[in-house]
């Protein structure tokens, strides 16, 4: 049986030492759109066997981030700890069956090995000391690591789904250790097994690993277990075209959520588009991500971070987005800005006002900084362009419409009405006299409509807030 006639299994494998890297998000979606796209399975396994290395926290915030963006696994997240067992009896299976063998070579002689490779400019490689050598030959209880038995003879090649047909002489991969001298599988032997053992039909994971699919096509083949089809990814890389590091943005898919606000849906929409096309679609979302996802459309070049693409995506479904939610998502930052807890009357203004500051915002912080003037306490700190609005022709502007306003009906067209009479009273424009307005109401230069502001504010606090400012002015 080939494994592609089989149903789609896809994983994602991430190694617990630390937060949830963007790369890893995008391969983890690469395969769960894969297996959305063919109804097949997408399984989540921890690959937690670098004892001194995986951590909880780091466990946590991987399925935390999983469950973010809404990459949700079937069944139940394997660890690959757990398995040890299960990939130390594959290695004494490979033994008995004459595919594997015990070398018995101490750290000095693979030591000076090395160091007579490297004097003799050889590749470095284990020589195979112990392949053809009779174990009998070993001291009683020596320790002994397995090694594969790899082919010599021939080359190996993988067609790739992204790479494309790749291809490596066997002479150059070296029999590599299955199990350590202390029982526990390597990292290569673990892989092999559990992606067998899951059933995986395709292993879709980042290029680095490239050089690791010869190594353990070795493993698959002295077992006779089907070949995974390959799909190896670039990795992403930065805006200037060079390997993506700490300078070039958040890398933990945390940060984008708690320090940049951006929304799931979002991230989701721009990893995607990272190094994966169709046509120049760029806004796509889940469902249609689904209907049109194919793991041969990944580019073979790196493809790039580009943080305008990101606030535009992210804009695009900010105001997309459910009132009820974004004011659920927007309130912590608007507590964090006004340094106090929100009320409920604080929310529930919040939400009311989300309509009027959604079309601006290209991330839940900048909604929350466009909210921020609803909660603040008088007198409200002001911008220093806010306050130089105020001066001169503003200040006397200021006065008539907040004479006019406090006799009128706070309706949308009775103010509307008022401060169009103040204008035309003065013999400006509109706009003339809501710059102070909006300088006085909000501490800032910028808001929502004027009109909107007065209304979200209410009579009581929009008057007391123009005459603490006339009262500066005096
Ligand atoms: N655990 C590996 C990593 O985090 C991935 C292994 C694989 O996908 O085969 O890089």
């Known amino acids: 049986m080939t494994a592609a006639s089989a149903p789609v299994v896809t994983r994602f494998a991430p190694s617990p030492t630390g937060f949830l890297h963007i790369g890893g998000a995008r391969t983890a979606l690469f395969n769960w759109l894969w297996a959305r796209h063919t109804g097949g399975k997408f399984l989540l396994r921890i690959e937690d066997t670098d004892r001194a290395r995986s951590t909880q926290p780091a466990i946590e915030a991987i399925l935390d981030g999983m469950r973010w963006l809404g990459l949700d696994w079937d069944g139940d997240e394997i660890y690959q700890f757990a398995r040890a067992s299960r990939h130390a009896e594959v290695a004494f299976d490979l033994l008995e069956r004459g595919h594997a063998y015990k070398c018995f070579a101490t750290a000095e002689e693979l030591a000076e090995m090395r160091e007579q490779q490297r004097a003799a400019k050889l590749p470095m490689r284990y020589d195979g ?10 001291p009683e209880g020596a320790p002994f690591v397995v090694r594969l038995k790899a082919e010599t003879e021939g ?34 032997l673990a892989v092999v097994v559990d992606d067998h053992d899951m059933g995986i039909t395709h292993v879709i994971r980042g290029d680095d690993h490239l050089n690791n699919a010869f190594r353990q096509l070795g493993i698959i ?15 992403i890389h930065g805006d200037d075209g060079q390997k993506l590091s700490k300078r070039h943005g958040a890398l933990a898919v945390d940060a984008y ?11 989701n929409n721009y990893l995607l588009r990272i190094g994966w096309g169709h046509g120049d679609e760029e806004l796509i979302d889940r469902d249609r991500a689904i209907e049109i996802f194919d793991v041969s459309g990944i580019g073979r070049s790196p493809g790039r971070t580009d943080r305008k693409k ?26 964090q800005k006004i340094g106090r807890d929100m009320t409920a009357t604080d ?66 067209e009775a103010l509307d009405a008022a401060v169009r009479g103040v204008a035309e009273e003065a013999g400006v424009g509109l706009g003339k006299v809501a710059q102070p307005l909006r300088a006085a109401l909000t501490g800032r230069t910028t808001s929502p409509g004027i009109f909107d502001v007065l209304l979200l504010l209410g009579r009581e606090e929009s008057l007391a807030r123009l005459s603490d400012q006339l009262a500066t002015a005096n």
Request: charged share 30%; net charge negative; glycine share 4%.
């Open 221 to 235: 083949r002295a077992m006779n277990w089907p070949e995974p089809i390959y799909g190896h990814v670039p990795l």
């Open 155 to 188: 080359e190996t090649t993988i067609r790739d789904l992204v790479q494309g047909d790749v291809t490596v002489r066997n002479s150059e991969l070296d029999d590599m250790v299955l199990l350590r001298s202390d029982g526990t599988p390597t990292y290569m």
């Open 310 to 335: 990101l606030e535009n995506v992210n804009g695009h479904y900010i105001r997309a987005a459910d009132d009820r939610r974004l004011t659920d998502l927007t309130a912590p930052f608007v507590a």
């Open 257 to 267: 959520r708690d320090e940049m606000g951006i929304l799931p849906e979002a991230l």
């Open 129 to 138: 000391r112990w392949r053809n050598r009779d174990p009998k030959e070993a």
């Open 347 to 412: 929310i529930n203004l919040l939400h009311r006002s989300i309509e009027f500051l959604k079309p601006r915002a290209k991330d839940l912080l900048e909604l929350a900084e466009g909210a921020t003037f609803l909660f603040r306490t008088r007198p409200l700190d002001m911008e220093e362009r806010a306050l130089a609005l105020l001066e001169g022709q503003g200040a006397q502007l200021l006065a008539a419409v907040t004479t006019a306003l406090s006799s009128v009906e706070w309706t949308n």
